[in-house]
């Protein structure tokens, strides 16, 4: 059995790790992206975790400051946050291309009470997040994620078909306006 590791022995786990592993991203012309904590938690399975606030986003960018440290914003768990401002935090972090991609899906609440949604009926404005991000220039990857499935003979492919249309239609309104 593995002891529980404690926040703080993460932190400088990760530090040493980056510090090693940034200079050879920068050579190698890689960013280097981590995904949240999802669901974001301090701790789960008595292990502490280490991006599940907005806050911990932003000790990652000063831990190493590399232009290629950055993370995957994934919408979803940002929204799940307790205190989190999604907008705020893919207006900021586009403009300081600190974004690797971005996983594109909606959830309705905030742990420990929340669920997935379909991308159009979660507490995230979709279109209002499309938005910034154009206005930001982002020229990154959006991907679906978490789709729920729909009842039907492909119900994964259902889901992410609804995903992507709604996307792409989303996408198409905005180079219109």
């Known amino acids: 059995t593995i002891g529980s590791i404690s926040r703080e022995e993460m932190w400088g786990?990760?530090?040493?790790?980056?510090?090693?592993?940034?200079?050879?991203?920068?050579?190698?012309?890689?960013?280097?992206?981590?995904?949240?904590?999802?669901?974001?938690?301090?701790?789960?399975?008595?292990?502490?975790?280490?991006?599940?606030?907005?806050?911990?986003?932003?000790?990652?960018?000063?831990?190493?400051?590399?232009?290629?440290?950055?993370?995957?914003?994934?919408?979803?768990?940002?929204?799940?946050?307790?205190?989190?401002?999604?907008?705020?935090?893919?207006?900021?972090?586009s403009k300081a291309d600190k974004i690797g991609y971005i996983h594109f899906r909606n959830v309705v609440g905030k742990v420990p009470h929340y669920r997935e949604a379909f991308i159009d009926e979660g507490d995230i404005d979709m279109v209002k997040a499309l938005r910034i991000l154009k206005k930001n220039n982002y020229d990154g990857v959006l991907i679906p994620d978490h789709t729920p499935e729909m009842t039907c003979a492909a119900p994964w492919h259902a889901g992410m078909a609804y995903a992507l249309g709604y996307m792409k239609g989303a996408m198409q309104a905005i180079e219109s306006e």
């Open 13 to 93: 786990r990760l530090k040493y790790f980056l510090d090693e592993l940034m200079p050879v991203a920068e050579e190698a012309g890689v960013k280097m992206v981590a995904h949240p904590d999802d669901p974001p938690l301090p701790v789960l399975r008595d292990t502490a975790r280490l991006f599940y606030s907005m806050e911990e986003y932003e000790k990652l960018l000063t831990l190493n400051t590399s232009p290629n440290n950055g993370f995957e914003l994934c919408m979803g768990t940002v929204q799940e946050m307790i205190g989190s401002d999604v907008y705020a935090m893919i207006d900021k972090y």
